[in-house]
Every structure is written in structure tokens, then in C-alpha cells.
DNA sequence: TAGCATAGAGAACTTATTGAGAACTTTCAA
DNA sequence: TTGAAAGTTCTCAATAAGTTCTCTATGCTA
């Protein structure tokens, strides 16, 4: 049972209100939430989630949902408790949200690169972090992509591309200089998605 | 029951969509991929794709259509494809481990903190990074502690102990000084094992 | 050259999806 | 207790998308 696009729209919306208020919303919540002035079209939604296996409605009842599957299950979630650097002791910030750390990183299509090496460290991305890595073979001008050159030697840069075509391949190190390349040689491999450290 | 070369162009894409977007293409986005106006054609290519068994069709409904075989299961980690920085492609890079993301950062007692400021910039920790923050009361010379001054502020600083009993908190970045408190004035929330960062 | 498979366009039709809103019942908090 | 707010069940309409055709063109090959 497959949903359509507004119905994902809809269960995104509620397993996102799920994770930031630890509740479910109100029809009219939603109805908010994707612009939607009809509660009566956003209850069809619901019932269509449901019978999807996605959650369990409890009819009737204001707020009568209740997540289904891994998604109230194993934890995989960590508090988020707040900003941190300045003004109040921790403990004090409200609105307690809850990160999903399976959900933060996860996609289609990516894998993960073990960094070696200085060259993107002014990006914050030192020597031993973890990059994720989506696998397109295209990017935008200033993505940090995996790059291969002359189907060779694989690196991590900063994309930039000229007017004539050709493609600089931009290291975030104050050591290091761009170089540039015929596009023929630069093949992409993936953009990075995000970055990780574990201390210890 | 071979596919032709543009059915098969059409079934590259569809497992390209999906790949990206987690759900199927419409007709009109297969048509737009492949550089065809006509929406019948399209349907004709699909058809023959289902026929072949690598898709499966829902007849009538948007989107209608599922991939067959892998693409179904719901993963909780990514490849660890290798390192990147020098010398082999990546695809050539052979040990394959599988890097789980729910794992890599759980544990007991721990919270999730937003980073709000430049002043661990040369750790590598940056402004709208997560850190993961393991709540112990004692921290190791050395560790990136979250820390209460007075019970009023928060910060992320490295702690060191000093021998008259002080202790230290340095910030990463060369443009701040590291400031030297009474024991009793500094409570340690807890030690930082781990940041992560997403990137768009 | 005729026959066939592949390719693409597009018309005509059917159905799905989306949204609004009315009318009704039930829940819940003051 | 009670009434506003919330959930439920409809219908109506507009639009978007899928389906089924026919027509045409272009190679390939028997």
C-alpha cells in the first residue's frame, strides 16, 4: 500500500511533530503544517497512513494517533537539549526535540569515506572524520564532492566551475592551492552530505 | 525478454529516481529524463520493463511502480567504502565494512547539543554542528567538556586541570584566551565523544 | 525491396489525486 | 454541565496522471 505524494507529505509532517512535541498533532495541525485549509481532505490523508501500516489511529480521540514500526520502537534518538555557548545553564533550555541519528545521515544511494589527510581542514573536516557521501555524478558550484581524477586518484575539494568549461577543484587549506582541470578529467563521484567524529 | 536501449535508458533512471527521491517517477519526469514529449511512448518503455520482471506495476495509481529485488529493505547503516585523500578509486577499494549510524554515536546518558558560536572553530567543531555529549561529572585533562561557569553558562571549551586545584578551559581559535577559574566555579555537564554535521 | 523491430508524437479517454467545505458526532477542558 | 474544538463522513469540482490508441519515421536484415 503505497502513499501518494501528499500523504508522505502528511506522514513527514507527523513523524516530524512526533519527534519535536512527543505527541501527535491535530488535524488542523497538519492541515497547517502542509497548507491545507480542509480537515476533512487531511483526515482522508491520516486514514490512508494508516492503512498504509504507518501508524495506529485511535478513533475519535483529539490527537488519536500513534506511530507505528521502528519509528516508535528501538531508540534510536538522542534529546536534544539545546544550544550551547552562551547565556543559560543547559538544563533550562524548553522545547526538548529528539534527534534521530538513523534518519540524520540516512539516504539512498550513499556511503561513507573514512577522511585522510589535512586538505579540507579549514572546512572544519580534519584527518580521521567520517564524510557522507551521496552518489550523484553532478553537484552544485561550491559542494565539497568526492572526485575523481583521470580515474585515478580519488580526493575530497571544493567544486568550482569556469566559464570555460573547465572544472577547479578547490582545497579548504590555507597550504594548498586550487588547481584546475579539463572537465574531462574530473569525475564526480558524490557530494558530501554530512560529517561525522567520534571522540575517545 | 531483453529490454531495448531506451527501455533500458528508462529503467536506468527509474532506479535512479528512486535512489534519490525514495519514491517512483511520474511518466512526465521518465519522459523529461530521457528527452521524450510523449507521455504514451513512456508507458510503452515501462510496460515492457514490467514485463521483464525488473519493475512491478500498480496499475492506474500515480507513481505507480515498485522496484523488484534489493531496493526494498530499510537500512540502518551506510558502506564504508575506504579512505579517500590518495592513490585508488574509491570503487577499487576492496574490504567493505558497514558503518551503522544508529550505533556510532548511542549510549547511555547522552544528549545531543547545537553549537552556537566560533569558539571550538580550530577542533574542527563548527557553528551549527552537533556534538554528542556523554553527561558524566568528571571529565579527562585534555577531553572538549561541556561546562557550566556559576551555574549560569554554558560553553564548550578543552579542560585541563591545573596542580594548584584551578582548572583551565581553552577555546579552539586562535582569537580567544583560555580562562582559568576556581574548581568550585566550573560543573562539568559532560564530555563531548562525539560531532556530526549536515551539510544543505 | 518487403518485413519487422525500435522510436517518438500525440489524440482521446479513463481514473487518481488533491482540495474545499458542509453536516454531523464526539471529546475535553473550563 | 456544556459549548467550543476536534474528529468523522460525505459530496463536489478541478486538475494531473495513467492508459490505449493510431500514425509516422528509421534503421536493419532476410
Do not use: W
Not at 26 to 40: P, T
Not at 92 to 118: C, H, T, W
Amino acid at each position: 500500500m503505497d502513499l501518494s505524494r501528499r500523504e508522505r507529505d502528511a506522514y513527514q509532517f507527523i513523524r516530524d511533530f512526533f519527534a519535536r512535541h512527543g505527541h501527535a498533532p491535530l488535524l488542523s495541525e497538519i492541515a497547517l503544517g502542509l497548507g491545507i485549509h480542509s480537515k476533512g481532505t487531511v483526515h482522508r490523508y491520516v486514514r490512508a497512513i494508516a492503512r498504509a501500516g504507518l501508524i495506529e489511529l485511535v478513533p475519535g480521540r483529539h490527537r488519536g494517533m500513534r506511530l507505528r514500526g521502528e519509528a516508535s520502537g528501538r531508540k534510536t534518538s538522542l534529546p536534544l537539549l539545546g544550544r550551547i555557548a552562551a547565556g543559560q545553564p543547559i538544563a533550562a533550555i524548553p522545547d526538548q526535540e529528539e534527534i534521530d541519528l538513523s534518519e540524520f545521515f540516512m539516504g539512498p544511494n550513499r556511503f561513507v569515506l573514512k577522511v585522510q589527510g589535512d586538505s579540507m581542514i579549514d572546512a572544519g573536516i580534519l584527518d580521521g572524520d567520517m564524510v557522507i557521501v551521496a552518489q550523484r555524478p553532478r553537484a552544485d558550484d561550491g559542494d565539497i564532492v568526492v572526485a575523481l581524477l583521470d580515474n585515478e586518484e580519488a580526493t575530497l575539494k571544493y567544486i568550482h566551475y569556469n566559464r570555460d568549461g573547465s572544472i577547479t577543484l578547490r582545497p579548504a587549506n590555507a597550504a594548498l592551492r586550487p588547481i584546475t582541470y579539463a572537465a574531462s578529467r574530473v569525475c564526480i563521484q558524490g557530494i558530501v552530505v554530512g560529517q561525522m567524529r567520534s571522540y575517545r
